[in-house]
Every structure is written in structure tokens, then in C-alpha cells.
Nanobody
Framework: VQLVDSGGGLVQPGGSLRLSCAAS????????MRWYRQAPGKERELVAF????????NYDDSISGRFTISRDNLKKMVYLQMNSLKPEDTAVYFC???????????WGQGTQVTVSS
């Protein structure tokens, strides 16, 4: 089982990044997916959720309207499109998978996003 996060980097305020999470070793279409982030000195927080079919999405209020979560079940990928980035979005972003029966939980290794001029 593996989740590999990628796509982070350094971006100026107002810029955009697209994070990717590649899944392998499990039945991806049976897992709800989430993106979390953790800023230095802070707890990990939920950013976005997408259901196993992609039919339901939810976002934290702090990023609503700026970020979009999506998934491709054939490619076993989940994405986080981040627009209008702010310095307070700086954090390590983690992909998370939880099966639809809440039995199994997997995490990606994280990808650093830094928003700075």
C-alpha cells in the first residue's frame, strides 16, 4: 500500500499549485480521500474531502472557493488544485485514504507548500 504526494513547491502569494497523490496497493475506488495540511507548530488540519465516487466534496472554510479536490479512479490519483494562494497556506500537505467502512487508513509522505514573496 502506498500513497505518494507530489507537486509542492515555492510560490508567490496569489499563485497556484496542483498537488497530486498517486495510490497503489489497494482498491482505490473503495476509499474516500482527503487532503490535510500541517503548518509549523500547528496541528494537522483537514483541508478537503472527496467521496470514493467523487460525487461529494467538502472543504474547510479557510480555503473554500480557492481550492478544488478531484480524483481519477482509473488512474488511482487524487488532486488538489490550489489557487489564490496565501502565506497562511504554507504547510506540509498530506494525502489521506480511508475505506468506506472506516477500517483502514493510509497516509502519504507529505509535500511542502511554501507561499512567500
Amino acid at each position: 500500500v502506498q500513497l505518494v504526494d507530489s507537486g509542492g513547491g515555492l510560490v508567490q502569494p496569489g499563485g497556484s499549485l496542483r498537488l497530486s497523490c498517486a495510490a497503489s496497493g489497494f482498491t482505490f475506488s473503495s476509499y474516500h480521500m482527503r487532503w490535510y495540511r500541517q503548518a509549523p507548530g500547528k496541528e494537522r488540519e483537514l483541508v478537503a474531502f472527496i467521496s470514493n465516487t467523487g460525487g461529494v466534496t467538502n472543504y474547510d472554510d479557510s480555503i473554500s472557493g480557492r481550492f478544488t479536490i478531484s480524483r481519477d479512479n482509473l488512474k488511482k490519483m487524487v488532486y488538489l488544485q490550489m489557487n489564490s494562494l496565501k502565506p497562511e497556506d504554507t504547510a506540509v500537505y498530506f494525502c489521506n485514504a480511508v475505506d468506506i467502512f472506516n477500517r483502514y487508513v493510509y497516509w502519504g509522505q507529505g509535500t511542502q507548500v511554501t507561499v512567500s514573496s
